[in-house]
């Protein structure tokens, strides 16, 4: 359903709360009372959160109420932000969307969490995944799905959709997740919102549970370009905690955001506008792509041939990590331990088997499968050769050209439960992201357009380490493009309870 809310700070982009701070026209209580106020009205149909503690919140704002309109007040001071539940957050419930992990309480803070709060942002509280990121729906997340603000019968993308949704439907300012395969770029374009895919190591991944260490990235969702830009200023940066984040200098991404793209060479990915194109989808992306040219942009037509077999190199690769990083998860030390075994092999084999569940067990057989003497060599040696070359061809395709361009996704959202039953067409969703994850690259989706009623996301990739200019020329088509002129319009509880039988 679309349609305007009725005014109120929970709409509003974090750059504008903090002018509005600083000119004493609104206070970090007063916003976050108005954020929380949306939750109470929405979350009932959206279900964004797995947790929320609207209490410390409260708290929080109260403490930044007199220092937030400081001019050496901290970026994001008072600006309220939700999490996805697969980053660790001291003291608070953290399931990373499994049954497996019910009652941890991390002892420590993510990296990312640690520099939001230096930031001055103010955590609301936990959303919803898809179990472990495995996921392009948030329908595999043990706690039920969540909903699109846009169509509640429809899925919000996965697996950050609960980020996602609550930046869409205005139940956080901004929102952080993950993406190992697209779960960030594509609950932002299902959703509307801007999500960001930083280079791999651009980002401390310290705190963040992992699905498959060599691909995952933590990333921003934002209403806008500019609120994206500020966001990932505050949480990048070389960590010593992880040994694979980058000593790359971070730019002021927000102060390099002009907006002017005459002169960029804009390339089109032939392989990305193929049949099987939702027709909305295509229109929505070849008016971006001519908005950009409008703006000075020049196009040239790329070609990336290996790119169609990113989607099974990714779904080697992925697993064989995922088969590792989950064997930790047995009942021992934390998390969900079963009460039905009589020795130690059958407590561990139970522990899984009730923890897990379908999709997770599924991406674990098949990653030790293909890890096992004598398939080794025929599939995860293979699929790490085949995604040399992917990186090669895009490291190639950006000599010619400053950006890749291309759709998010090959539809918009698709309703719920439509394709839960046939893992394969799942899979399909990712089939434009996953090169991006398995290159290492930059890569953001921004709202171009609807294909009816549902926003549609236009992909912008970029070379290593330089997301300053693929959010530029984000911002810039931000900026040609006319105003969308609608926004999600979630039925609340309350019109819910006084409409007609």
């Known amino acids: 359903m679309t349609g305007p809310h009725p005014a109120s700070p929970a709409d509003r982009p974090a750059w504008d709360l903090r002018a509005c701070y600083r000119r004493g026209e609104l206070s970090p209580s007063e916003v976050v009372d108005g954020v929380l106020r949306r939750i109470e009205a929405v979350e009932p149909q959206v279900r964004a959160y797995l947790y929320l503690d609207a209490d410390a919140a409260r708290r929080e704002a109260a403490q930044w109420d007199r220092a937030a309109g400081a001019e050496d007040a901290p970026p994001l001071a008072g600006v309220p932000v939700a999490l996805k539940d697969n980053l660790c957050t001291r003291g608070v419930p953290t399931t990373a969307g499994s049954r497996v992990l019910a009652g941890f309480r991390p ?41 699109n603000p846009w169509d509640p019968d429809r899925v919000p993308g996965g697996s950050s959709g609960g980020s996602a949704a609550a930046v869409a439907a205005g139940e956080a300012t901004l929102a952080l997740g993950s993406d190992t395969g697209g779960s960030i770029r594509e609950p932002g374009a299902f959703c509307g919102v801007v999500g960001l895919k930083p280079t791999y190591g651009r980002v401390s991944r310290y705190g963040l549970i992992a699905f498959a260490s060599s691909l995952d990235q933590i990333g921003p969702f934002a209403r806008d370009v500019r609120d994206a830009a500020l966001l990932l200023r505050e949480i990048a940066g070389r960590d010593p905690a992880d040994a694979t984040s980058a000593g790359v200098e971070v730019p002021d991404y927000p102060a390099l955001l002009t907006g002017r793209v005459a002169g960029l060479r804009l390339g089109v990915v032939r392989e990305f506008l193929q049949d099987g194109l939702d027709p909305g989808v295509a229109g929505a992306v070849g008016e971006a792509i001519r908005a950009l040219e409008r703006s000075g942009a020049r196009r040239v037509d790329v070609s990336l041939p290996h790119a169609p077999y990113a989607l099974p190199a990714y779904y080697i690769v992925a697993p064989a990590e995922a088969s590792s990083n989950l064997a930790r998860y047995a009942g021992v030390l934390y998390g969900h331990r079963t009460t039905r075994a009589a020795d130690l092999i059958g407590m561990y084999a139970r522990t899984r088997d009730e923890g897990f569940g379908a999709e997770v067990k599924r991406r674990i057989m098949l990653g030790t499968y293909a890890l096992s003497a004598g398939y080794y060599d025929a599939f995860y040696l293979r699929a790490q050769r085949v995604r040399e070359l992917i990186r090669r061809e895009f490291a190639q395709a950006l000599e010619s050209v400053d950006v890749l361009v291309g759709p998010v996704a090959p539809t918009p959202a698709f309703p719920l439960g439509e394709r839960v039953e046939d893992p394969l067409e799942m899979y399909l969703a990712d089939v434009f992201t996953v090169p991006l994850n398995l290159a290492g690259l930059p890569g953001v989706s921004v709202p171009c357009g609807f294909a009816g009623d549902l926003p549609v996301g236009l992909q912008i990739a970029g070379r290593a380490f330089d997301e300053a200019t693929v959010l530029n020329t984000a911002y810039a088509l931000e900026r040609a493009l006319p105003a969308p002129g609608r926004r999600p319009r979630v039925v609340t509880a309350a019109e819910r309870r006084s409409s007609p039988a």
Do not use: H, Q, W
């Open 107 to 147: 002892p420590y803070d993510a990296t990312v969490v640690t520099r939001l709060r230096r930031a001055g942002a103010i955590v609301l509280g936990k959303t919803n995944c898809d179990e472990f990121a495995m996921g392009s729906s948030t329908e595999n997340s043990a706690f039920g799905p969540t909903r």
